[in-house]
């Protein structure tokens, strides 16, 4: 079943704003991540914010998770052309031998326009 | 530069024919995993591996299988495939207690199949 699921689908907005994406999840976590996917391609880490933590920047992001109510944002600030990809959350959640299991969202796909 | 290779970023296949989808990892990772990605439903985990020869069923095992024989390959295999089966398929793995002290996982690019 989906843990995670991103709002908006779809946002688009002008180079120099602010983009924010909203990601809403149903049970307990370890800890959340994000990931990028460019057009056609794999996706790849940005950041992680553990179950005990409240907000986390890395270079132009910021990642706040709320764990009473169950959902984290992604804040990319600054945006550039090159930010254009689908972005999705990742919830991670204990399974057998220690180990995690990560559960992804249907994804918000950002267009940056310049 | 890490990487996870899949050895083919598109195949077109037929209904019923057994598909292969090869995956190999050069970072020592202990955990492999299979996702499909459609449009709308995000990415669905199918299979996942802890160790070799060890399997887990994800969220939506039927109609596949998987393989490890090797630390470092992942193999995903459609043992007849269907027309519901097309899709873009992501292999990934990952090594708990990285720095991070979380399983992040890395991707590879993609197999996009097309059953016809």
């Known amino acids: 079943s989906q843990q995670g699921e991103e709002d908006p689908q779809a946002l688009s907005i002008q180079e120099g704003e602010n983009a924010t994406m909203n990601c809403s999840y149903k049970t307990s976590i370890n800890n959340l991540q994000w990931y990028r996917q460019n057009s056609g391609r794999g996706l790849v880490h940005l950041i992680l914010?553990?179950?005990?933590?409240r907000e986390k920047h890395s270079g132009r992001l910021r990642v706040t998770l709320d764990t009473s109510k169950k959902s984290s944002s992604l804040l990319i600030t600054a945006s550039r052309a090159a930010d254009t990809a689908s972005y999705f959350c990742a919830t991670a959640s204990a399974f057998n031998f220690g180990n995690e299991k990560l559960t992804f969202g249907t994804g918000t796909r950002l267009t940056i326009i310049p | 530069d890490v990487k996870v290779t899949q050895s083919s970023r598109y195949l077109v296949k037929r209904t019923g024919e057994k598909v292969f989808l090869e995956c190999v990892q050069d970072m020592d990772h202990e955990n492999m995993f299979w996702y499909r990605q459609d449009p709308g439903l995000g990415l669905r985990l199918i299979y996942f591996?802890?160790?070799?020869?060890?399997?887990e069923k994800g969220d939506i095992p039927e109609g596949y299988s998987v393989s490890r024989e090797k630390k470092e390959r992942f193999s995903l295999i459609l043992e007849s495939a269907s027309t519901n089966q097309t899709s873009m398929y992501l292999c990934?793995?990952?090594?708990?207690?990285?720095?991070?002290?979380?399983?992040?996982?890395?991707f590879g690019a993609g197999s996009r199949l097309t059953v016809l």
């Open positions: 591996s802890y160790d070799v020869k060890m399997k």
């Open positions: 914010i553990r179950s005990n933590e």
């Open positions: 990934a793995s990952s090594f708990l207690g990285q720095s991070s002290g979380a399983n992040v996982l890395t």
